[in-house]
Nanobody, 122 residues
């Protein structure tokens, strides 16, 4: 059974940092590209960052480029998202996702986690 379990969400003030992690099980982790996406109520889910199975290349949305960093640990089967200089508009539920296809900026991923809430106060 494939499972993606996000953790690390929470409440932070603007300008602060959070690190999200996603533990992946039930699939050959090293063969999967991974991504983070986010969603706020009433809006479509949007791409945040992705990373290929070898650790590169990586892709970022324009709104987070330079502030967020995606990484993966193929020994621990974890993908994380370091979020710095957080803004109130980063408030959302953040999801991790996995696919056998090469990483890109689309959201066509095969498996999704349940999400973790990030709230940034002004």
């Amino acid at each position: 059974q494939v499972q993606l379990v996000e953790s690390g969400g929470g409440f932070v003030q603007a300008g602060g940092s959070l690190r999200l992690s996603c533990a992946v099980s039930g699939l050959p982790f090293k063969r999967y590209s991974l991504a983070w996406a986010r969603q706020t109520p009433g809006k479509e889910r949007e791409f945040v960052a992705s990373i290929n199975w070898l650790g590169s290349p990586t892709y970022y949305s324009d709104s987070v480029k330079g502030r967020f960093t995606i990484g993966r640990d193929n020994a621990l089967n974890i993908v994380d998202l370091q979020m710095n200089s957080l803004k109130p508009e980063d408030t959302a539920v953040y999801y991790c996702a996995a696919t056998t296809r090469p990483a890109d900026k689309n959201l066509n991923y095969d498996y999704w986690g349940q999400g973790t809430q990030v709230t940034v106060s002004s």
